[in-house]
């Protein structure tokens, strides 16, 4: 069986978790807590992050992009990161701008401060980087607003990578029920449409033991 | 004529002009001083950062991994990201390694440092980050050795952007005289090899108003 290592609340996780999915691949989740750098895992990955994937002839992959990447050429039921040269440079544009601007602005930040630093027992959340991290998704936000109000989905006609990068960085931000979704009813509009999606039913039903979500995190009409 | 928007000291620009080296495709520099926020060049990347890559007929690329991508796809004379799926993850590993982990623990600190700080007026460098960039340089550079021991080039037999990657960010420390070559041979062997190929000859060229590199820079026999 197809093996994947993974965070809960690792956006780059849910991005490979979702993509599996809409390919319709089976998989087994293996839940990796990398901060005990455990041999074992290292020798899989030596950056020692999450997701890694160990296909069912023990091959090995790292690096969520790469992933991906791999899974739409072996997989090509179903592609996600577009048909054309132009549309896959769009698509790949806004995957970077989720998985490195959105998630050094806004998701990494407030993972760390109100899960992570527990875990680590790095002393209590610093108010004033959950504060710029909220200010940033305001403008991230205002960008999916942009976006949807030109195209049918973040990379154009067809629902992408793109969008299935952004609603991995969302859902672990809905989960710890930092998102005001009223202040939002354009990216709301499309978080449901992505929400809907059988896809991201094993997303929804996440319940992390000691941390449970909020109640509209896996309801549809939120 | 193609057009790069980019910095002297980005890796992420050197990446792409070192791979539009290697497939022979003509192209202009235009320096862009992206802490201006320019308007103009805002509307072709909002993320406001380089490289930015606008093609003969217009076409606007932004993000230095969905540029590469690109030209992978549309100009197959040479190929740089592999042949088959399993190499082509391996040299996507590998870019993401360079560009993330040793961006962020390395190049990115060690440029800001260096030179950012001066152009921003944000005062002096602070010695403990640059201290701790360069112990963490000692482990990536042990990865080079490790893996140049068992392939010819970094992702596997063939010269790839892996290699590319890595020479990107390298060229840049080695441009601030941050390396001291006689500790690390392998990577030594290894850069030499790369420095030697003509896609190289720009860069080596490259001569920042006011920050002139270390002699050993262009030097071959360094």
Redesign the interface.
């Known amino acids: 069986m197809r093996k994947l290592y993974h965070h809960w609340l690792s956006p780059f996780s849910r991005k490979v978790r979702i993509l599996l999915k809409e390919k319709g691949l089976d998989f087994q989740l293996e839940v990796e807590k990398t901060w005990e750098r455990r041999e074992d895992f290292l020798a899989l990955n ?2 020692g992050l999450v997701p890694v994937l160990v296909e069912h002839d023990g ?1 090995v ?3 969520s ?3 991906c ?2 899974l739409d ?2 997989y090509p039921n179903k592609l996600l990161i577009g048909f054309d ?2 549309t ?3 698509t ?2 806004l995957v ?2 989720w998985d ?2 959105f998630g050094r602005e806004v998701s990494e930040p407030l993972v760390f401060e109100k899960v992570m630093r527990r875990f680590l027992g790095q002393g209590h959340p610093e108010s004033a980087v959950i504060r710029i991290a909220h200010q940033n998704m305001k403008v991230h936000f205002d ?1 999916i607003a942009w976006l949807t109000e030109r195209r049918t989905w973040l990379a154009g006609d067809d629902f992408s990578l793109a969008d299935i990068a952004a609603a991995a960085h969302i859902s672990c931000l809905d989960y710890l029920g930092d998102i005001l979704w009223e202040d939002h009813p354009a990216t709301h509009d499309w978080y449901a449409r992505v929400k809907s999606r059988p896809s991201m039913r094993p997303l929804l039903a996440d319940h992390i033991p000691g941390l449970p979500p909020p109640r509209h995190y896996a309801d549809l009409d939120f």
């Open positions: 030596p950056a091959h992959l790292a690096e992009q790469a992933i990447e791999y050429e072996v040269p132009a896959r440079a769009e790949r544009r970077s701008w490195l601007k960008y």
